[in-house]
């Protein structure tokens, strides 16, 4: 069994920054594919981005490509989620999650594992 912490969540303007942190306990991280996922109020829970066991291969959402960088330390077993230039439209419960597959995938049905959640308000 996997648990998932996530922390870093908060209210920030737009424009601004945050960097989610997921550390799993009683497992290491380096043997599952992550990802993270966002749920809006009212909205369905919807893929962000993945990165690989290794942290060679990474896998973005459109709506975060370019702004949203994931990137994974084995060694201190934690994956991040940076997020810069944020917009209202970000704001969102950020879940990460842990997937037994071997390779990137927005698929939540392959995420085994799942976090809390922690809230990202993204004020205009």
């Known amino acids: 069994q996997v648990q998932l912490v996530e922390s870093g969540g908060g209210l920030v303007q737009a424009g601004g920054s945050l960097r989610l942190s997921c550390a799993p306990t009683?497992?290491?991280?380096?043997?599952?594919?992550m990802g993270w996922f966002r749920q809006a109020p009212g909205k369905a829970r919807e893929f962000v981005g993945s990165?690989?066991?290794?942290?060679?291969?990474?896998y973005y959402a459109d709506s975060v490509k370019g702004r949203f960088t994931i990137s994974r330390d084995n060694v201190k077993n934690t994956v991040y989620l940076q997020m810069n230039s944020l917009k209202p439209e970000d704001t969102a419960v950020y879940y990460c999650?842990?997937?037994?597959?071997?390779?990137?995938?927005?698929?939540?049905?392959?995420?085994?594992?799942w976090g809390q959640g922690t809230q990202v308000t993204v004020s205009s």
């Open positions: 999650a842990a997937s037994g597959r071997l390779g990137t995938t927005a698929m939540d049905s392959a995420y085994n594992y």
């Open positions: 990165i690989s066991r290794n942290g060679g291969s990474t």
């Open positions: 009683g497992r290491t991280l380096s043997t599952y594919t």
